[in-house]
């Protein structure tokens, strides 16, 4: 089969699933914008900050795509094309971008509050702890596994660590002429892209070389110094910057298939037990963003929902924001899948899924003239951008979080928990030790429990719908059917860890499922109440 068709199917169903899906969405929901939103209602100049549709979505693009959608389908290839491209049309349609716009809109109808908070009003205190330290464990295997991506980027394509470098100083610059010398958007848009292509080429001129570790303690500095800093100095405007990056990538991708139009080689389906590994469920948390994420909910409910500036933007910024990253993870497969196995095994091995990536559509930007080692410094330096949006937007969440957690306990006196360094701190540093651990063993934990803590905000979005008297049958069953994998997979990687001794990856999946399983009972008794008293929205 031509690669071509499989991109060309993916677009026109999301194009006709966001016209159609999510436009009754809007309608069930009551998106309205005659309601101000918490960017406006509770502005501070740092966190709640009103920004223009294309700015956040850049934004929130940028923070939920990360490195995710691309990893994902290409470790999901171990079962065949066929089932990946599926799961990612059908989950990114009904089940992430339905989670991704109703956390948006559950947030900023609660403040622009996060999940946890969410939670709490509607299930009660002891629900938004439990969602709480699910949700900041998840986050640590966040910083881990993007930190570990990152860091082997960057040492199997150096001249992407180069750009990526000069491009957050170019994203200071851009934010501070942007938002303090009142420089307009188009002006400042078209100065940074063509700067942003020079930092593409002073790193093809000067690539930095260091070790993996060495990156991973540099990386830990920066997402450190990047989640305390306001979001107009670096968040806003990289995420603007980067949202280029993917706009320029994906039209790359698009006409290089186009032009060479290559033949997929790997095989469509492979099997149901593939290395001791089961299609059900594994397939669902290895492809993880790709089709659906909790970490996106967590974005939504953290960041986003604190920038949105009407209500109506969280259509195109919750729902199509999901669907873009859909056609991002269809991309990517193709590009392990127009490649023989022993190909795939090859760069898989010197540099990961990122490196299978930035090969695959590097070839296809040779097709109309773009050097290969320069089509894939740019499609490194795009991949390891979103990685970067992802790690330190996690560290901010994960610092939230903890804030949030510490003050409502100890209301009374000040915890050196709330304070924002020490928060920060402690999330970057934890991440990072998980982070000396291998991807191959951190993905597959990682993607159980995102997507664990994607069946949980479904049924936190769920019982909220209900206590406004709003329908949520859209959430009903994908919560029922991202449960059932994301237990049942948690259940194999704690049997397979403890059959091979890593006991420290053992911990993690057992604390996730108690916390889950406790969660999912309290979410159960609130949707099966009969006589629920609704409240306004």
Not at 9 to 27: E, H, N, P
Not at 42 to 52: L, S
Request: glycine share 10%; aromatic share 12%.
């Amino acid at each position: 089969m031509n690669a071509l068709v499989l991109v060309l199917i993916s677009i026109v169903a999301f194009l006709i699933a966001y016209v159609t899906y999510g436009a009754w969405l809007s309608k069930q929901w009551g998106v309205d914008d005659g309601k101000r939103t918490p960017a406006h209602t509770r502005g501070d100049g740092v966190d709640y900050v009103p920004a223009k549709s294309p700015v956040l979505l850049g934004h929130h693009f940028a923070s939920i795509a990360g490195a995710g959608p691309i990893v994902g389908p290409i470790a999901a290839a171990i079962f065949g094309w066929i089932p990946v491209l599926l799961w990612i049309i059908v989950g990114s349609i009904f089940f992430g971008g339905v989670q991704d716009y109703g956390s948006l809109v559950a947030s900023i109808r609660h403040d622009g509050k996060s999940i946890g908070e969410v939670i709490e009003a509607n299930m009660g205190r002891s629900g938004k702890r439990l969602f709480a330290g699910f949700a900041w464990l998840t986050l640590l295997l966040v910083v881990a596994a993007f930190t570990n991506i990152v860091a082997n980027t960057f040492v199997s394509v150096p001249q992407a660590a180069t750009a990526s470098v000069l491009f957050i100083g170019l994203a200071v610059v851009f934010g501070f002429a942007v938002h303090r010398r009142g420089v307009s958007l188009g002006i400042g848009s078209v100065v940074g892209i063509i700067l942003l292509f020079g930092c593409i080429a002073m790193g093809n001129m000067f690539p930095m070389i260091l070790s993996r570790n060495a990156w991973i303690v540099i990386l830990l500095g920066y997402i450190f110094v990047a989640s305390v800093t306001p979001v107009w100095i670096l968040l806003q405007p990289r995420d603007y910057l980067n949202s280029y990056l993917l706009y320029f990538m994906m039209a790359g991708a698009v006409l290089g298939l186009l032009i060479s139009r290559p033949r997929i080689v790997l095989a469509g389906y492979t099997g149901f037990n593939v290395g001791g590994q089961y299609l059900f469920p594994m397939l669902f948390v290895l492809v993880a963003c790709g089709a659906i994420s909790g970490f996106h909910s967590l974005v939504g409910s953290g960041t986003t929902s604190k920038q949105l500036d009407r209500e109506s933007d969280a259509k195109i910024v919750g729902y199509g924001s999901m669907l873009i990253e859909g056609v991002l993870a269809t991309v990517a497969i193709i590009t392990a899948a127009y490649i023989s196995q022993d190909q795939l095994t090859a760069l898989l091995a010197n540099g990961g899924p990122v490196n299978v990536f930035s090969d695959g559509i590097a070839v296809f930007m040779t097709s109309f003239g773009i050097d290969f080692t320069i089509g894939k410094s740019f499609v490194a330096l795009a991949v390891s951008a979103f990685a970067l949006t992802s790690l330190d937007t996690a560290t901010r969440l994960g610092r939230f979080i903890l804030q949030e957690f510490f003050a409502q306990e100890d209301a009374d006196k000040k915890n050196p928990l709330t304070n924002m360094y020490v928060a920060t701190g402690i999330t970057a540093g934890l991440g990072g030790l998980l982070a000396v651990t291998s991807w191959q063993a951190i993905w597959p934990i990682f993607g159980s429990a995102n997507q664990l803590l994607a069946a949980l905000a479904l049924m936190a979005i769920a019982v909220w719908l209900k206590k406004t008297g709003k329908n949520n049958i859209m959430f009903i069953f994908p919560m029922i059917f991202m449960f059932s994998v994301t237990l049942l997979a948690l259940g194999f990687l704690i049997r397979d860890n403890v059959a091979k001794g890593n006991w420290i990856l053992v911990l993690f999946p057992v604390v996730l499922f108690g916390l889950a399983l406790v969660l999912a009972y309290q979410g159960y008794i609130h949707l099966s109440k009969k006589d629920e008293e609704t409240t306004k929205a």
